[in-house]
């Protein structure tokens, strides 16, 4: 029964609320390590009680699990039991009355504009070969430039951005839409990339290939590169660049875009549009990144900090 629940579970996150991939493989795996859990215990979904859902969490506080983490497995089995009362599987929710722990909050971690202009030149030397070293640095400027989140750029349709848009249109998480423009460096190095990427398809297009209709195709199985193969290529660049490969990651880039724009000017209800964030207060956590770093500032660069 319980392999039934999370399969039907997981067939309505994707079905009624088009969550994505990763958050349904995510979703998965907590799931199946709570079912793990009251298995060894002689229980299925259908005989769980609170009592039982806070000694899994216990347990898991037990086995050193963060903070964030045991929040996220409690919201899936809440998630699980809401979806089972719906469906008149279960009379009751024990999930209701159990008080999570809450998720630390931390400031995400994000670069200075000098960083990002070492990791934008390193991207342009980076690669194994000319065409690797174009897409690097499109990559990279386009990530910068428009705060994508890491999935939205691999997986970017090609389509999207012909003709040298001043904007391009952008899926982002739940399947919604929003508008990014294109500052005039990533229409440059887009545009470069663009020659590049239709030459090569060309080629493997006579050689009885498939068109791709990705931005940046892949042989893989996807089509397109990878997040992970992305990833790996950020820390490259970093290492190139002179800039420490533990502090970067393209999420990191996405939190540089929001900390310089609002360093800038901008305000925090156009910085929500273009990261394409559900709720504003997702986007305040920029303005406690740009107090702290002014803070910063203010303790190593102000005149009566240094004579202290």
């Not at 670069?111 to 980076?126: G, H």
């Not at 931005?215 to 490259?236: E, M, N, Q, V």
């Not at 273009?274 to 002014?294: F, Q, S």
Request: proline letters at 4%; charged letters at 25%.
């Amino acid at each position: 029964m319980s392999l039934h629940w999370i399969d039907a579970f997981l067939d309505a996150q994707a079905a009624e609320l088009n969550a994505a991939e990763n958050t349904r493989l995510a979703y998965a795996r907590d799931l199946m390590d709570f079912q793990g859990h009251i298995r060894r215990r002689g229980l299925d979904f259908d005989q769980v009680q609170r009592a039982d859902i806070e000694t899994y969490l216990i347990a898991c506080s037990d086995a050193g699990l963060s903070q964030a983490t045991r929040a996220r497995r409690l919201s899936a089995i809440r998630q699980l039991y809401r979806f089972a009362y719906e469906e008149g599987w279960r009379t009751d929710n024990p999930s209701l009355q159990i008080k999570g722990p809450g998720r630390a909050k931390r400031l995400p971690k994000t670069l200075s504009e000098a960083d990002v202009d070492r990791l934008l030149a390193a991207a342009r030397n980076t690669g194994r070969s000319p065409s690797d070293r174009q897409r690097n640095a499109c990559m990279l400027e386009l990530l910068y430039a428009t705060g994508l989140r890491v999935t939205e750029l691999c997986g970017l349709p090609v389509a999207a951005v012909r003709g040298d848009p001043h904007l391009i249109l952008v899926r982002g998480k739940g399947g919604k839409e929003r508008m990014v423009p294109l500052s005039t460096p990533a229409r440059t190095e887009l545009q470069a990339w663009l020659k590049v990427r239709d030459a090569a398809e060309q080629t493997a297009i006579s050689k009885g290939a498939a068109p791709s209709k990705y931005l940046f195709p892949s042989r893989g199985k996807l089509g397109h590169l990878t997040r992970h193969r992305f990833y790996a290529l950020i820390k490259d660049i970093a290492v190139a660049a002179g800039v420490d490969p533990s502090g970067v990651t393209p999420h990191t880039l996405r939190h540089a875009f929001a900390t310089h724009l609002l360093a800038r000017g901008a305000d925090l209800m156009s910085i929500q549009a273009l990261l394409g964030h559900a709720d504003v207060a997702t986007t305040e956590i920029y303005t406690h990144v740009l107090d702290a770093r002014l803070r910063e500032l203010v303790l190593t660069h102000h005149p009566l900090a240094t004579k202290g």
